[in-house]
């Protein structure tokens, strides 16, 4: 009787030990996994100060045959001692010390990368120079010259641009406009350019395509074309003609000021007497960047008197220029010394009789001195695009002025828009 009745309640203790609660499994379903710890580590940073490859991964307690594995793999593509503070690099290691993978910023094109194909053989580890990749297009800014900008460089720094691109068109520009004089309030510039972003990031600017600039009441086209016959590429105005000239217009690249022309007769600011004054003084801060004018050869480099430190430069066709009151010279620059033009040659500055530091820049033709500024005006503009290739040159131009910003510098009153070809 007594088992009888037992039995019932064993197995009902039974069943009720085969179903889990619910609570408890819901709590061991959360409970956190197992953490490894990873083989591997990932730093990045950026190179310090008189580091080279060898002390770099050093100080990152890699094991010394990968280190010396890594310099060794290197010195194929890129010289392991030309690392430069401040760039940006990474270093994939294992705990252990073995190198994985090391990229180092060479500059803003390339960037060097060495990793080890094979785990299995550490010891083999592979260098090489890889481009960055960059997303570039074509864009194009206008702007003017005015009261709040009044220089080339703060008007490209107002379009949201940097100093780069002023350089680039002050250099197309550098036969037939003298930025240090010509930009009046009014003037302006329309540019169409490649530009280049790296992750959404500013990462460059490419060549300019085609730009327009007023100044002085005129129009100057610049566009860029390449020559088919021999892949040289240079900028052509809209007939087809060389933006090169056999003398640049100043002896300066931008932003400085014309304070005394070119006169027979001048109140000289020491002597305090009228004498002739056979160049153009230019205003600039001591050591403002001097550069040759046209290709040339050195006649002399040295003490001239009341002119200080001097560059007197021997050009073609009967033509010398002199540069006055240097504070240095530039490197290489002594007698019989080649140069091209736009070459540095000096630094401006005041030695000799001056008030201050300013380029006194004086141009002579077969043994007289002219008026640099008469004189450039005078010269023949560049050499053509030839018949044969003219056709092709005009269809580009046209191409592009299709993505030329529409408008004109909008301070002047009396401009106009431009005529499009």
């Not at 009902?12 to 499994?25: F, K, N, S, T, W």
């Not at 280049?196 to 730009?211: E, L, M």
Request: glycine share 10%.
């Amino acid at each position: 009787m007594l088992r009888s009745r037992l039995l019932p309640l064993c197995l009902a203790l039974g069943a009720c030990a085969c179903v889990r609660h619910p609570e408890v499994v819901q709590q061991r379903s959360q409970q956190p996994d197992l953490l490894l710890r990873s083989e591997v580590e990932r730093i990045s940073a950026r190179v310090p100060a008189k580091a080279t490859l060898d002390s770099l991964l050093s100080a990152h307690n890699l094991a010394s045959g990968p280190v010396k594995a890594a310099v060794a793999s290197a010195a194929g593509v890129f010289n392991p001692r030309a690392l430069r503070a401040g760039r940006p690099y990474r270093i994939v290691r294992t705990i252990d010390g073995l190198l994985r993978e090391f990229e180092y910023e060479i500059d803003a094109n390339r960037f060097l990368r060495i990793i080890s194909p094979d785990h299995d053989r550490p010891e083999v580890l592979e260098a090489t120079v890889v481009p960055i990749e960059k997303e570039t297009s074509v864009v194009s800014v206008t702007a003017t010259i005015d009261a709040e900008h009044p220089s080339l460089i703060s008007a490209v720094n107002g379009s949201g641009e940097n100093i780069q691109l002023a350089l680039s068109l002050a250099e197309i520009f550098s036969g037939s406009i003298d930025f240090d004089s010509d930009l009046q309030p009014g003037d302006g510039f329309d540019v169409v350019f490649e530009k280049s972003t790296r992750d959404g990031q500013f990462a460059g600017y490419g060549a300019i395509t085609a730009a327009r600039f007023t100044a002085e009441g005129r129009e100057h086209h610049a566009y860029r074309w390449t020559d088919p016959s021999t892949g040289a590429a240079d900028y052509y105005d809209a007939d087809g003609r060389s933006l090169k000239r056999f003398f640049l217009k100043s002896p300066l690249k931008f932003e400085f000021r014309v304070t005394s022309g070119f006169s027979q007769r001048r109140l000289h600011p020491v002597h305090r007497e009228y004498r002739p004054h056979l160049g153009v003084d230019y205003g600039a801060p001591y050591g403002s960047a001097v550069v040759a004018v046209a290709n040339g050869v050195v006649l002399s480099a040295g003490r001239a008197g009341g002119g200080g430190n001097q560059v007197r430069l021997r050009h073609a066709s009967g033509y010398e220029s002199y540069y006055l009151h240097l504070s240095a010279f530039g490197a290489g620059i002594r007698t019989g010394a080649r140069v091209t033009q736009g070459q540095l040659i000096g630094r401006v500055g005041a030695t000799g009789t001056a008030t201050g530091p300013h380029l006194d820049y004086r141009l002579r033709r077969n043994g007289v001195f002219v008026n640099p500024r008469a004189e450039h005006a005078k010269l023949p503009p560049g050499a053509p695009i030839s018949a044969n290739h003219f056709a092709a040159f005009r269809a580009q131009r046209d191409a592009t002025d299709t993505l030329m910003p529409v408008g004109v510098p909008q301070n002047r009153p009396d401009a106009v828009p431009a005529k499009r070809r």
